[in-house]
């Protein structure tokens, strides 16, 4: 049997998920990895099993993790690592039942499909916006010229954040991240800070919609805390929460998903030659083949079996979507990148009660972008074959995506 | 035997579905999830027409089809 190091932060880990958690899927796909005390889940049926019994593996990592954390913060930071701890556990995500339920409740009408497809257009014309700042340049990259701004507009936008605010609100989000997928010793910290700056700005944001209601999602969470279901310390977190989700890991979509594509030539140029019709399946592959998260975690909440291990209450559990998306007891050939795949019933936005609450948002703006990308520039090429991916965990996040098209 | 005004023909793509769920949420008496996790319908009279027509308006990969059973005119998508 092939021996798979326990090293999950290492470089080749980090730049290869799929070549790594495919091996373990394939050798010991319930894993034990004693450096990291945490089980690896990878087959796409166990996954799919962890993530549909929360009733055995909880949510509230923040609220029953009492281990030390890892990799270790710069000594002094235990303060700041308790403040953070504290804001993400009042995150939608970070919860279970009931708490989640009542959580997540206010935002179930506002992100279903049906009403976030009005959103189409606006996100339409962002993109053309974006795409025509750089057209005459004939070249740009993909992560700073479209990645980062599309999601982070489109999401302030939906929230009720002022125009000239965004530039604000997008540094505050992307220290906050600093403490999901950083590995620095710094990272509690410098999101500690930004944290506080948002709790500050978005509860002055909030009061100021309670005092002059609108049809947005600050005006959501609002209602929510006239309601009662909501404390004003729950919907300054979700509301920060909402812009993190709705930012980063879109950002991801659109890097890797035009990085498959330019990999796979055959497959572009499948796309240009009719990117409307294809647009929606394209994006499910997209989606499949290159996860925007590779693997997130859960803590076990009662003893169970799963594989025949023995996994006990307050052991860590991490999940991992790059092993089973490319499972092939579930995909037919799963490291070939196919945008005409049907159907396509991959993890990449979970599953259970805690399904991607954006998932619609986020399909329909890896549509937009990928079809206008393919209609203006169906000659778009990579400018370097050297990619290289930010050290971070559970995100394959290019540092930069530079593509020209003349 | 004509059908009842009001009735609706519903289907489910089998090809599309991704077992999300979102169907049986909104329409429970309508949709379940068989045992590949896919949608189906167990009864197309299980609910009112626009509880049918908004469960096919929020399936996220737009896998439902609703069409009135009388006219055959579609109601979604």
Redesign the interface.
Known sequence: MLRVHDDLYRDDVLADPFRYYGALRETDPVHWNADFKTWVVTRYDDV?WVLRHPEFFSSAFYAREERPITPPIDSGDEAVHEYVSAFRATEIIQNDPPTHTRLRAPFRHPF???LIREWRQVIRNVVSDLLDAVEARGKMDVIEDLGRPLPLRVISEMLGVPTGDRELVKKQAEERMQSAISLAPDRMRRAADAIREGCEYFDRLLGERAASPRDDLLGVLVKAERAGCYTRAESVSNAQGLLDAGHETTIQLIGNGTLAFMRNRDQWDLFTSSPEALA?TAT?ECLRYDPPLFALRRIVAADCELRGKHLSEGDRVLWVIASANRDPRAFDDPDVFDIRR?????LSFGGGIH?CLG??LA?LEGQEVFTQLASRFPKLRLETEEVEYAHLRGVRSLKALPVSWN | MRAPKGAVTVSVDQAVCVGNAACVGTAPDVFVLDDNRQATVANPDGAARDVIVEAAENCPVSAITVLDAVTGETLYP
């Open positions: 799919s279903s499909p049906k929606v499910e049907q159907p396509n019933r991959h399904y998932q619609y399909r």
